[in-house]
DNA sequence: TCTGGGGTCCTAGGACCC
DNA sequence: TCTGGGGTCCTAGGACCC
């Protein structure tokens, strides 16, 4: 049996931990540029504010209701959310638990007896919360796809689950899926919902009865196959062994304000180029490829994001590197290739690919002492940074006036990692 | 007149997730 | 006025090879 840990209303979870006065308010987090809803306590879905929905449609029922307003403070939330993976490192054993996303873990429970199933997570859940002061919902079940549905229902009544639904046998998963409509399920998106429903399945268990044949026909091949697997309770998504590193880094952002100069856009990228290589640099990576995109323009929220203009290049670099510099001039190249005179630019970004392991790490004597010596100042400002503030030290390229900028008007303190932010005890 | 049957690698694009 | 920002996996099709 596998277990899937998310916590609760995560981001909002987290800046009610500092300001406790906030438990019985409702609480909303907002998207990067404060654009959309990304988090929202019970309080808040209660009041039929929208996941995903634009702030600014929101911001009545909002200024109507005391709502408590955040903009996003990743940095906080990357934090707790190590604090809660390690609390179930610790308690389950490091192999395993599988990270997920920020605030969700599968961990493995292959060795409890299926009698002590719900205890145990009612365990895990009490020492998490305990430990960390976040709260967290639990399904358990013989494979992800269910595991992800118990937790599903867990968390759609938390009075009566108290926030851990076990669903170890056949009859509990067919109950399951019998009252679970198919866009629910964990690997059914919009589309496929669509397709689904337009052949007459709408339940959970409508769909597990389908054959193979017709899952790999209708519903994108292998993807399919395993889903319906996975829904009868046969394992077809494996735990990963730990965490691989990525094979693709991306540092994308909206402008703060439509843009149409050619410096401020190089600037922007020089910026994003700068966080990706600093990614890369922390999975010791290097990387063959750089693309960049610019979006221009309206775009069709109807369709959903970033469907609008697009256009996007790319360079293949002759050496895969992590240097900043080296990073930042084909970049740059490519901003001129893109740009055209008079467009109003939204949003800009760079992709990272043809990821391999970096093998100037460890300086390597058949380089140069030069080369030797970029190493080691990439090292520097990657410290400086980390430690000090995020973009203490930059690269020219990279401006120092921000037009550009992203607006994130209501952060939070940085309460835990940051030595003038503190949480102040009084 | 008539022109195979594999393979690999790469890219673009679609679907999904949080 | 105002709508994130990351990621993953898979498939199809084209180029090229023998």
């Given at each position: 049996m ?7 209303s995560?981001?909002?979870s ?12 409702p609480?909303?987090?907002?998207s ?6 990304v988090?929202r306590?019970?309080?808040a879905?209660s009041?039929?504010?929208e ?6 449609m929101?911001?009545?029922?909002i200024?109507?209701n005391?709502?408590?307003?955040f903009?996003?403070n990743y940095t906080?939330y990357g ?11 610790e ?12 605030d ?10 299926e ?8 365990y895990?859940?009490d ?9 967290v ?13 118990a937790n599903y229902i867990a968390?759609?009544?938390k009075e ?8 170890a046998t ?11 409509r198919?866009?629910n399920?964990w ?6 919902a669509?397709?689904?429903y337009?052949?007459g399945i709408?339940n959970?268990?409508?769909?597990a ?5 017709w899952a790999h026909?209708?519903?994108g091949?292998?993807?399919g196959v395993?889903?319906i ?27 703060g304000?439509t ?5 401020d856009?190089?600037?922007a990228?020089a910026?994003?180029t ?7 640099r922390r999975q010791?990576?290097?990387?063959r490829?750089?693309s960049?995109?610019?979006?221009t323009g ?5 369709l959903?994001?970033n469907r609008?203009?697009t256009i996007?290049?790319?360079?293949t670099?002759?050496v ?5 510099q080296e990073?930042i ?9 893109l740009y055209k005179r008079?467009?109003e630019?939204?949003k ?5 690919s043809g990821l391999?392991t970096?093998?100037?790490i460890?300086g390597?004597i058949?380089?140069s002492e030069?080369k030797?010596?970029?190493?080691r ?5 990657d ?7 995020d973009?203490?030290?930059?690269f020219?390229?990279?401006g120092?006036d ?11 303190p940085?309460y835990t990692?940051?030595?003038d932010e503190?949480f102040?005890?009084?």
């Open positions: 596998k277990a899937i840990v998310d916590c609760n995560f981001y909002c987290c800046e009610r931990l500092f300001r406790p006065e906030l438990a019985k308010r609480v909303v987090v907002l990067n540029n404060d654009g959309c809803i988090s306590s019970d309080e879905k009041l039929g504010i996941m995903a929905g634009p702030y600014f929101a911001k009545r029922v200024e109507d005391g709502v408590a307003v903009s996003s906080l934090d707790l959310s190590m604090r809660v993976m390690d609390t179930l490192r308690i389950a054993g490091k192999d395993a638990v599988e990270v997920y996303s920020v969700e873990a599968f961990v493995d429970l292959s060795i409890i007896p009698e002590e199933l719900y205890e145990t997570a009612k895990i859940k020492m998490v919360e305990m430990w960390t002061g976040i709260s919902s639990i399904g358990v079940a013989p494979t992800k796809t269910l595991a992800k549905l968390k759609k009544n009566a689950s108290g926030c851990v639904t076990v669903l056949p009859e509990q998963q067919r109950e399951a899926l019998q009252q679970t198919v866009n399920l690997g059914v998106g919009g589309a496929y669509r397709k689904i337009d052949m709408t959970g268990w409508e769909l009865t389908m054959s193979e044949a026909r209708f519903l091949g292998v993807v395993r889903l697997k996975e829904l009868r309770g046969e394992e077809a998504v494996d735990m990963k062994e730990e965490l691989v590193e990525k094979r693709m880094i991306a540092t994308t952002r909206m402008f304000s843009v149409t100069d050619i410096n856009i190089k600037e990228v910026t994003y700068s966080r990706a290589a600093e990614k890369l010791h990576s290097a990387a490829v750089i960049v995109f610019v979006v309206e775009q069709d929220y109807s959903g994001f609008g203009g996007s290049k790319q360079a670099l002759p895969a590197t992590s240097k900043t990073l001039k084909p970049a740059v190249a490519l901003v001129d290739e008079g467009t630019y939204k800009a970004g760079v992709m990272l391999v970096d093998t100037s460890q390597n058949f380089l030069t030797n010596c970029e190493r100042l990439m090292d520097t400002i410290n400086v940074n980390f430690s000090q503030r973009d203490m030290l930059k020219a390229a990279s120092t921000r037009d550009w900028k992203m607006r994130q008007e209501k952060r939070s940085r990692t940051r030595w503190l102040e005890v009084s």
